[in-house]
């Protein structure tokens, strides 16, 4: 059975004790949007996260903490849209649910050349595009031109 997520995810950054939640957007590749530096959050089990592959994006959970926080294993929550989609291109909205049988995606934290830190896929290169993860927030999101 699916636990379903219901209260949002707080925590505080571990190098400047700044309050988040899961509403702050805590991006990595969106330098425009970025609320948090990547590299002060201490992750937990149980964090939000999101796993981006090009340009759809998966809700998912944190469910391990490896090598002293600098390895995690992201697992796929089930994502149900709210509402019914009229039209090509709506915005969809989702509710989540935790899904001990989603896809996982074990990441490791990197830092760039230009010194910002990335979540990045395990096995991949810090400079091949896809296989990001953001931590702090849960965002579904399809591409419908794919």
Same mark, same amino acid.
């Given at each position: 059975m699916m636990e379903?997520? &219901?209260a949002p995810y707080a925590g505080r950054c571990a190098t400047c004790g700044?309050?988040?939640d899961e509403g702050t957007r805590i991006m990595i590749e969106d330098k425009m949007r970025t609320t948090h530096h990547m590299g002060c959050v201490t992750p937990e089990v149980g964090m939000p996260a999101t796993y981006t592959v090009w340009t759809d994006s998966h809700a998912c959970t944190v469910i391990e903490v490896r090598r002293n926080g600098?390895?995690?294993v992201l697992q796929c929550d089930?994502? &149900?849209p709210t509402h019914q989609i009229t039209n090509f291109g709506d915005p969809v909205h989702y509710k989540y649910e =935790? /899904?001990?049988? %989603? =896809?996982t995606y074990v990441v490791t934290l990197r830092t760039?050349? /230009? %010194?910002?830190?990335?979540?990045?896929t395990k096995g991949q290169k810090t400079t091949e595009p896809g296989g990001y993860a953001n931590l702090g927030y849960r965002e579904e999101y399809r591409d419908p031109c794919f």
């Open positions: 379903k997520i &219901t700044e309050t988040f600098k390895e995690l089930k994502a &149900t =935790r /899904d001990p049988k %989603g =896809r760039k050349q /230009d %010194g910002t830190k990335v979540w990045k």
